[in-house]
């Protein structure tokens, strides 16, 4: 087994997994624009105001989206190869073609995704609460619909806090899952070498 991370490898995966998550982002800034278009207009345009391109509300939405997560992205490909090549590797880096790795980056949005679905039912849930919680955002940038922006934002939070699980779940699952395959009778070498 090679101890040297192939550098094609790594960076191709490492690519890979920045154009997922900011593919990811700019999706899910569209669905976000639909609930609370103020979380961009009052909150997200003045954060990103250094990556105005002159693109309309709703694509730049989208933009910043991509800008939002890209990094995590790229971060998760790192811990998923970083796993990979540690635990799992059997054969060097054939044995783990960019399908498998873009299956480990999609279980990672997908616990990102319930991460957001989670913030979407906490803000539900803490409905009646919003203007303790988040009423400064009231005072401090004119928010009028206080209640999906709030939703927003907790989708946000919730979703970046699935994403961080999700890269914790995938990599404990390539850690369990490397020492299963090399205990297993079939990754031994034939007896005599």
């Known amino acids: 087994m090679t101890r040297r991370v192939p550098f094609a490898w790594f960076a191709r995966n490492i690519l890979v997994g920045t154009l997922l998550g900011g593919a990811y982002g700019a999706i899910h800034d569209q669905v976000s624009w639909s609930i ?3 979380y961009f207009t009052k909150f997200k ?6 990556a105005e391109i002159g693109l309309e509300p709703r694509l730049a939405a989208s933009w910043i989206g991509f800008l939002a997560t890209w990094w995590a992205g790229a971060i998760a490909a790192y811990a998923v190869c970083r796993m990979a090549f540690r635990h799992a590797f059997q054969d060097g880096a054939s044995s783990w073609p960019l399908g498998r790795v873009v299956r480990r980056l999609l ?5 990102a995704m319930a991460g957001g679905g989670c913030g979407f039912a906490y803000a539900r849930m803490r409905a009646q609460d919003v ?3 988040w009423g400064g955002w009231r005072t401090y940038a ?4 206080l209640e999906a922006f709030a ?6 939070n919730f979703g970046y806090a699935g994403a961080l699980l999700g ?3 995938v990599a404990v699952h390539i850690k369990v899952k490397g020492r299963v395959d090399r205990s297993s009778p079939q990754s031994l070498p034939p007896p005599g070498r």
């Not at 279980?107 to 616990?111: D, I, N, R, S």
């Not at 004119?142 to 619909?145: A, H, S």
């Open 107 to 111: 279980a990672v949005l997908m616990v």
């Open 142 to 145: 004119g928010v009028q619909d």
């Open 151 to 156: 939703t927003v934002g907790s989708i946000h």
């Open 36 to 38: 609370s278009p103020e």
């Open 131 to 133: 203007e303790r919680l």
């Open 45 to 50: 345009f003045e954060q990103f105001a250094w």
């Open 167 to 169: 890269i914790v779940l």
